[in-house]
């Protein structure tokens, strides 16, 4: 009886470590006019869930489109010498940011951010009087 417990439990937590899904949590801050001292901000908060291959697309009110992936480092991308099993705990994440013309802004596709597990960081715009910052934060959930 015991072992069967014990099986129950162990085939329980494996269900759930199986099936945890990536999300990124984005937030955008677009501010205009920063060089003449008048400051338009506008803001976006999102929870992203990450699916292979698809890009994650966010469009602010004013225009500005943030194009995102995100997956985890295979091996061989920062993955040799852990001890680590399964996926990493370190997300890779390729983008664009576009304006209202879908000018590029800013790529980071072939420079991607790379960020731990409930770590955050920010890929940063600032040109003319325009301001663009993107905060990623990846969890699992």
Known sequence: ?????????FFIIGLNATHARLFLDVSIL??????????????????????HNEDIVLR????????LQASFIEEGEDF?????????SKI????????SQNNVLKDFTNEPVVI?????????????????????KPHLN
Request: no cysteine; aromatic share 2%.
């Open 1 to 9: 009886m015991r072992q069967l417990f014990l099986t129950i439990i």
């Open 30 to 51: 677009n501010k205009k006019g920063i060089d003449i001292g008048l400051t338009l901000g506008s803001e976006l908060h999102s929870i992203e869930e990450v699916r």
């Open 60 to 67: 602010m009110r004013s225009g500005v489109k943030i194009v």
């Open 80 to 88: 040799k010498g852990t001890d680590e099993y399964g996926p990493s």
């Open 92 to 99: 890779i994440v390729k983008g664009k940011i576009l304006d």
């Open 116 to 136: 731990s597990l409930e770590e955050e960081k920010k890929v940063i715009h600032s040109q003319e009087s325009q301001l663009v910052e993107v905060t990623l």
